[in-house]
């Protein structure tokens, strides 16, 4: 009697769509990922444009570095990365997204495009994925940058559908992660677009400026500086005094 092996390897397309669980787990999560490669980018502004809490549309678009054609379809590789190349890089990290895995990872759940230009280059790529199919490639004319459009995601796990939350709480996270780096980045502009609608939008200033933009001028100036040194680490913000209380 023969003994059938109980151990297969994973294909390629179900791989991905396990890490996308992991590192996609809302529409917020994709924003997070793609705000951040732009920043890696040294973009110097970064527009989000968000349809139906995300579900329906999500688009990033920045201003910066861009890829060559040979770059972006690497890009959408799972584990292919600019930031780092050896054991050693770990632990002296200076940039996001580091692991590599997170535009294949989004491209195996959603219709993703990659489009983006250097400056070296006299035109575009576009790089096209439909729920983690082979990547597909066509010259395009752009400006200097990259933009990524996320349309339906979730399409094709519909039990990730099922756990999201209604339209205005997946917006409250997508809002907040903007906010959260447009502080944390006051030399670059952001603009953030619910719906048609826009919801943020900040011009490159330094971090007093941001914080009046994002608070108001009262609140922020209410607000306690933070500055501590100890060896090998500098701690450095705002705090609210104890006297100022919101609902939220």
Do not use: C
Not at 105 to 132: D, M
């Amino acid at each position: 009697r023969s003994i059938m092996n109980k151990i297969k390897t994973l294909p390629e397309k179900v791989i991905n769509q396990i890490a996308a669980g992991e590192v996609v787990e809302r529409p917020s999560s994709v924003v997070k990922e793609l705000v951040e490669n732009a920043l890696d980018a040294k973009a110097s502004w970064v527009e989000v444009e968000i349809e139906e809490g995300g579900l329906k549309l999500i688009k990033v678009t920045d201003n910066g570095e861009g890829m060559t054609p040979e770059d972006a379809l690497l890009a959408v590789q799972k584990h292919a990365t600019s930031k780092i190349f050896s054991v050693e890089d770990l632990s002296s990290l200076k940039s996001f997204g580091f692991r590599g895995e997170a535009l294949a990872s989004i491209a195996s759940v959603s219709h993703f495009e990659l489009s983006t230009r250097t400056a070296e280059s006299l035109s575009g790529v576009s790089v096209k994925i439909k729920g983690g199919t082979a990547p597909k490639s066509l010259e395009t004319g752009r400006p200097v940058g990259t933009t990524l459009t996320i349309a339906n995601l979730f399409f094709n796990t519909p039990a990730r559908l099922k756990f999201m939350k209604k339209q205005s709480t997946e917006e409250n996270h997508i809002h907040m992660v903007l906010t959260t780096y447009a502080l944390a980045f006051p030399q670059v502009g952001f603009k953030l677009t619910l719906n048609g609608k826009k919801s943020l939008q900040v011009t490159p200033s330094d971090f007093s400026s941001r914080l009046s933009e994002i608070f108001g001028k009262d609140l922020s100036s209410s607000f306690l500086p933070v500055d501590f040194q100890a060896p090998g680490l500098r701690i450095t913000g705002i705090v609210s005094a104890p006297t100022i209380t919101k609902p939220t």
